[in-house]
T-cell receptor, first 111, second 116 residues
Framework: KQEVTQIPAALSVPEGENLVLNCSFT??????LQWFRQDPGKGLTSLLL?????REQTSGRLNASLDKSSGRSTLYIAASQPGDSATYLC??????????FGPGTRLSVLP | EPEVTQTPSHQVTQMGQEVILRCVPI?????FYWYRQILGQKVEFLVS????????KSEIFDDQFSVERPDGSNFTLKIRSTKLEDSAMYFC??????????????FGSGTRLTVV
């Protein structure tokens, strides 16, 4: 059974810092991995999708990498801003059947 | 950009009542999903739906739950005889392809269900 974990559970940084969020999964037989952002009480906004054949994806200040063999993904946020404050979730596509989500990392970027 | 639309955004119901949560997936998507998130917990898979039938369901999705695609655009989740522990945010999602899901999943903004 696929298990997804994320560390740290919470992170507080001053504005402008670069930061890394980590995601680990136990079963490397995945089709893809997707990073989401969730604001309090709100829905899930897709940030980046990495297919299993890819190693990384970039969008603006965000860069996500995937090492399928070791069951790891990282989300790198450059030059963090207070507007980046949210919970970041990673989810793995378990061979197209359903997504398995991690518990999330709650990020606070202080002005 | 196409969106998955969910209604209502918030529903309050009395314990024992039936509720129907509604979703309009992206029009050319073929695979549809319901997930839920109990406050402070992980997002959990409930059910996937393809070609007018359930393709997979989790242990959570018992006889209390049902899904339907009553027409070409709506996708509904019915919860019968609601319990306090059904209080959660319910998310609908859709994707064009499954397996090699190049486009990823698009989630709706959720329906917050409160059972009192």
């Amino acid at each position: 059974k696929q298990e997804v974990t994320q560390i740290p559970a919470a992170l507080s940084v001053p504005e402008g810092e670069n930061l890394v969020l980590n995601c680990s999964f136990t079963d490397s037989a995945i089709y893809n991995l997707q990073w989401f952002r969730q604001d309090p009480g709100k829905g899930l906004t897709s940030l980046l999708l990495i297919q299993s054949s890819q190693r990384e994806q970039t969008s603006g200040r965000l860069n996500a990498s995937l090492d399928k063999s070791s069951g790891r993904s990282t989300l790198y946020i450059a030059a963090s801003q207070p507007g980046d404050s949210a919970t970041y979730l990673c989810a793995v596509d378990n061979y197209g059947q359903n997504f398995v989500f991690g518990p999330g990392t709650r990020l606070s970027v202080l002005p | 950009e196409p969106e998955v639309t969910q209604t209502p955004s918030h529903q309050v119901t009395q314990m024992g009542q039936e509720v129907i949560l509604r979703c309009v997936p992206i029009s050319n998507h073929l695979y549809f999903y319901w997930y839920r998130q109990i406050l402070g917990q992980k997002v959990e898979f409930l059910v996937s739906f393809y070609n007018n039938e359930i393709s997979e369901k989790s242990e959570i999705f018992d006889d209390q739950f049902s899904v339907e695609r009553p027409d070409g655009s709506n996708f509904t989740l019915k919860i019968r005889s609601t319990k306090l522990e059904d209080s959660a945010m319910y998310f609908c999602a859709s994707t064009l392809l499954s397996g090699q899901a190049y486009y990823g999943y698009t989630f709706g903004s959720g329906t917050r269900l409160t059972v009192v």
